[in-house]
């Protein structure tokens, strides 16, 4: 019980700087999430085993990255560095932002105009936030099953429409900020 509220505690403080991370390594939400996940369980029960680490955040998020790179290397879909210690590669140069800011790219990319302002604002919500779909369901004072479809067909359209993973250029600011600032609201 002692550790799964330490991993919940870690959770709610570093989750979405290491959930935004993962997305941008793994190009893809479900299998960062799965990742997470799956390093979540992994600490519960290396830290029964081994103990809580000095640096329980820092812990889960390069067993997660890893988990991604084995993920991506088994399935063969990109090319990833040998060796599992080297850094992960930097933000692409044509950064039109200049901002290497992940969670600020997490929050531009679920509000792009492609999506509904609900859908933007929901996997926001759960992305970034952390909350869960009942808490996003009752937030809107909406079925939970309507809330969890609109947050996996958000996740589908930016995957199948190829929505970059990036702030974009100042002159498209314009196009996600009122979209950007309902959402921080």
Not at 76 to 84: A, G, Y
Not at 122 to 147: D, H, K, N, Y
Request: some cysteine.
């Amino acid at each position: 019980m002692f550790l799964t509220r330490i991993v919940e505690e870690v959770a709610r403080n570093d989750g979405a700087r290491v959930l935004a991370g993962l997305i941008r390594l793994a190009g893809d939400f479900d299998t960062a999430e799965d990742a997470m996940q799956e390093a979540y369980a992994r600490a519960l029960v290396v830290w029964h085993r081994d103990g809580i680490p000095a640096t329980p955040g820092a812990w889960l998020n390069t067993v997660a990255r890893r988990i991604v790179v084995d993920r991506l290397r088994r399935n063969r879909t990109t090319d990833l560095p040998d060796d599992l210690e080297a850094p992960l590669p930097e933000p692409e140069p044509e950064n039109p932002s200049g901002i290497d800011d992940d969670r600020l790219r997490l929050l531009f990319t679920c509000c792009h105009p492609a999506l509904s302002p609900q859908a933007c604002c929901g996997l926001a919500l759960r992305t970034l936030g952390g909350l869960t779909t009942r808490e996003i369901a009752r937030a809107f004072v909406e079925p939970e099953p309507t809330t969890a479809q609109r947050i996996v067909r958000a996740k589908k359209k930016i995957r199948e429409a190829n929505i970059p993973y990036e702030i974009p250029a100042h002159e498209k600011l314009s196009e996600r900020i009122d979209t950007v600032l309902s959402v921080l609201y």
